[in-house]
C-alpha cells in the first residue's frame, strides 16, 4: 500500500523560498506510470494543482506560479520536493502531495503539511 | 487556467439524493474524458472516489454515481448518508499535461 507524507517547515518568511519533502512509501517512486504531484489549499478554499514530476525527470506546472515553482525528485531517497520561492500571505495553504495515475486523477494523498507565510 | 465551476453548498435529508455541477471550458472538461471527483471530510486530505467521467475506485459504494455533458460534470450522491457530509471537489486534465481542480462545494446532510 502506498503512502505518502509531507515534510518541512510550518513557517517561511515574506519573499523567502518554501520547501517541502514528499517521501513515497510502499513502492519504488519509479514503479508503474505515475506523475507525482503538489496540490495546495489555502485556509478555507479549494484546491488548487501546482506541478507534477514524472519518474523520468519531466515536469510540468500550473501556469499561473510557474514562474516561481519547481518540483524535483530524488529516486534514491524515494521522494519528490516542492520548492516555491519568493512566498507572500497569499502562499500561505496547507499542501498536499499526491500520486497523479493512468487514469489521470489523484489517488493517493499525503495528509498535508499546514505553512504558513508570515514574518 | 480558471477554476472549474461548483456551487458553494448543497444539502439533502438522509436517503434523498443531491447532485453537485462542475462547469468547465471546450479548454478542459469539454474536450477531455479525464474529469475526477474527490470527498474531503473536514480537517482530512481528500479521497479519490471518481475518475475517467464515471468509473468508481474499488471500495467506493455506488451511491456515488457520475456523469458529463459538454463542459458541465455532474456527481450524484444518492442515499444520503451522515458521513457523506463533507467538501467535493471536480477535478479536470486541461491539456499540455496540466490539471484543474472545480471551487469545491460543501454538502451538507440535515
Known amino acids: 500500500q502506498v503512502q505518502l507524507q509531507e515534510s518541512g517547515p510550518g513557517l517561511v518568511k515574506p519573499s523567502q523560498a518554501l520547501s517541502l519533502t514528499c517521501t513515497v512509501s510502499?513502492?519504488?517512486?519509479?514503479?508503474?506510470?505515475?506523475?507525482w504531484s503538489w496540490i495546495r489549499q489555502p485556509p478555507g478554499k479549494g484546491l488548487e494543482w501546482l506541478g507534477n514530476i514524472y519518474h523520468r525527470g519531466s515536469t510540468s506546472y500550473n501556469p499561473s506560479l510557474k514562474s516561481r515553482v519547481s518540483i524535483s525528485m530524488d529516486t534514491s531517497k524515494n521522494e519528490f520536493s516542492l520548492k516555491l520561492s519568493s512566498v507572500t500571505a497569499a502562499d500561505t495553504a496547507v499542501y498536499f502531495c499526491a500520486r497523479l495515475g493512468g487514469m489521470l486523477a489523484f489517488d493517493k494523498w499525503g495528509q498535508g503539511a499546514p505553512v504558513t507565510v508570515s514574518s | 487556467q480558471s477554476a472549474l465551476t461548483q456551487p458553494p453548498s448543497a444539502s439533502g435529508s438522509p436517503g434523498q439524493s443531491v447532485t453537485i455541477s462542475c462547469t468547465g471550458s471546450a479548454s478542459d472538461i469539454g474536450t477531455y474524458t479525464r474529469v475526477s471527483w474527490y470527498q474531503q471530510p473536514p480537517g482530512k486530505a481528500p479521497t479519490l472516489i471518481i475518475y475517467?467521467?464515471?468509473k468508481r475506485p474499488s471500495g467506493v459504494p455506488d451511491r456515488f454515481s457520475a456523469s458529463k455533458s459538454g463542459n458541465t460534470a455532474s456527481l450524484t450522491v444518492s442515499g444520503l448518508q451522515a458521513e457523506d457530509e463533507a467538501d467535493y471537489y471536480c477535478a479536470s486534465y486541461a491539456g499540455s499535461n496540466t490539471y484543474v481542480f472545480g471551487t469545491g462545494t460543501k454538502v451538507s446532510v440535515l
Open positions: 475517467d467521467v464515471v
Open positions: 510502499g513502492d519504488p517512486i519509479t514503479s508503474g506510470d505515475y506523475y
